[in-house]
Nanobody, 120 residues
Framework: QVQLVESGGGLVQAGGSLRLSCAAS????????MGWYRQAPGKQRELVAS??????TNYAASVKGRFTISRDSAFTVNLQMNSLIFEDTAVYYC???????????????WGQGTQVTVSS
């Protein structure tokens, strides 16, 4: 019954900014790491950014220096996207490595995705 819900997607002009948020809820004991993936039409889903429980971050080369991932309390992860370009257009998915309450091992959960469209 763990759920991840993304918000903040939309349509922006190239050069603009968006801030995505993802909130995990349900029977959560802890979360090891959270991240953002994206999938453009006809392409494979790719990692955009991730952050561990210790605050270590990882970014795709294509977004490094433009995007910033952060993790808030209450099982929330954010993705600040600046200097957006047309190639950033995709459905963005939140994921989390979650220890559910009462379950001895973690598993990966995914949100439903939020559309980001960058117009040129």
């Amino acid at each position: 019954q763990v759920q991840l819900v993304e918000s903040g997607g939309g349509l922006v002009q190239a050069g603009g900014s968006l801030r995505l948020s993802c909130a995990a809820s349900g029977s959560i004991f802890s979360i090891n790491a959270m991240g953002w993936y994206r999938q453009a039409p006809g392409k494979q889903r790719e990692l955009v950014a991730s952050i561990t429980s210790g605050g270590r971050t990882n970014y795709a080369a294509s977004v490094k220096g433009r995007f910033t991932i952060s993790r808030d309390s209450a099982f929330t992860v954010n993705l600040q996207m600046n200097s957006l370009i047309f190639e950033d257009t995709a459905v963005y998915y939140c994921n989390a490595d979650v220890f559910a309450a009462g379950i001895p091992s973690s598993r990966l959960y995914w949100g439903q995705g939020t559309q980001v469209t960058v117009s040129s």
